[in-house]
């Protein structure tokens, strides 16, 4: 239960093209998430998949069955949005309950139902409260505990943590993941945050303009991007990205310096490299130094140091080191890595193989 297809779903709205073209399946029990900048259209493409947004063309089909004219109430879905939406002079228990309740459901199956979600959203004592004497996690539990009850086929979140503070958002995030274990359910999460995207994703779907860029596991979007977006889009702080000459397996870069990286460069246009693949050495040290510049900032985060190095023609990296760095604002240091670490694109920002 919970497999969900699309096939060539497209939506304009007033002659606008929103979503161009999306084939995609979700397997049962997978957590799949939509990903991309702001206005690419993952809200829109959760609410085609809900039916509260009906499709310009293409088909939906759920468990094998095609839902693309269907209302929301037949496609058997439940969505928890960012806004909570609850009932604020119903209890807790009440707004859990309210749609079984509106389906004519019997009052023992009810609570039986409720009392069921409210131990596995660790919400029994908050049964009898009104929503305003609950803070923002809680309130967002009760919503999921609303969607749980309903026992759909699976699950639609649109961006669920997005009104909590930090701390509070990297507990939820990890109670979606035991929730997710545990119901063994279909979800589909819509998030612009990649660490979101990363850390709770069986399947992270990276959309931009209303267009699949890229499917893929966390690791493999993370290993092997396809194109330049989405090498620069997963992964943080994000992948430094420079110009580049590629011609045979050297690479050249704007300050004339060259590296050989051993395996194909030809056509490469621009090199990529994160920030975690990098480190700082000793400027004179020709075995190692690939580029030098001049640290520009320094930040300290106690766990992590990040150097940003600016190399004059070439640009500024960031250069994660693990625990603290002695170097200092002004210091000249050399740039290493390795150059199975390094990505390649070509004109059309589409990544070489290595
Ligand atoms: N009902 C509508 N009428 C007209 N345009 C719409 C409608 N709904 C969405 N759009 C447009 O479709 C595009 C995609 O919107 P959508 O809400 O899906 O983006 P999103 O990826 O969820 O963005 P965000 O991260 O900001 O929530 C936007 O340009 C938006 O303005
Ligand atoms: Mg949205």
Do not use: W
């Amino acid at each position: 239960m919970g497999q969900i297809e699309l096939k060539g779903i497209r939506k304009s709205f007033g002659g606008i093209d929103v979503i161009k073209g999306i084939d995609l399946q979700i397997d049962e029990g997978e957590l799949v998430i939509f990903v991309g900048p702001s206005g690419c259209g993952k809200s829109t493409l959760l609410r085609l998949i809900s039916g509260l947004v009906e499709a310009s063309d293409g088909q939906i089909l759920i468990d094998g069955d095609d839902v693309t004219g269907k209302p929301p109430a037949e496609r058997e879905l439940s969505m928890v949005f960012q806004s909570y939406a609850l009932y604020p002079h119903k209890s807790v228990r009440e707004n859990m309950g309210f749609a079984l309740t509106v389906a004519g459901m019997p009052k023992a199956e009810i609570t039986q139902k409720v009392d069921e979600a409210a131990a596995t959203l660790k919400l029994e004592d908050y049964l009898d409260r009104k929503p305003k004497a609950l803070s923002g996690g809680q309130r967002q539990r009760v919503a999921i505990g609303r969607a749980i009850v309903r026992e759909p086929r699976a699950f639609l979140f649109d961006e669920p943590l997005s009104n909590l503070d930090a701390a509070l958002r990297v507990e939820m995030r990890l109670e979606i993941a035991r929730l997710h274990q545990k119901l063994g359910a279909t979800m589909v999460y819509v998030t612009h945050d990649q660490v979101e995207a990363m850390t709770l994703a069986d399947k992270i779907v990276v959309l931009q303009a209303g267009q699949i860029e890229q499917i893929g596991t966390p690791l493999d979007l993370y290993r092997h991007p396809g194109n330049l977006f989405v090498a620069q889009f997963i992964g943080s702080p994000k992948m430094n990205v420079v110009d580049c000459t590629g011609t045979g397996t050297q690479l050249t870069f704007g300050n004339g310096n060259t590296s050989d990286i051993a395996r194909n460069a030809e056509g490469a246009t621009k090199m990529g490299i994160r920030p975690e693949h990098m480190a700082l050495c000793d400027a004179g040290d020709a075995s190692k130094a690939i580029l030098t510049g001049q640290i520009d900032v320094m930040e300290h985060l106690g766990s992590d140091s990040f150097a940003y190095v600016n190399v004059p023609d070439v640009g500024l990296f960031t250069v994660r080191i693990v625990g603290h760095s002695d170097a200092v604002v002004g210091d000249t240091v050399g740039l290493h890595f390795a150059s199975g670490d390094v990505h390649l694109f070509d004109a059309s920002e589409k990544t070489i193989p290595a």
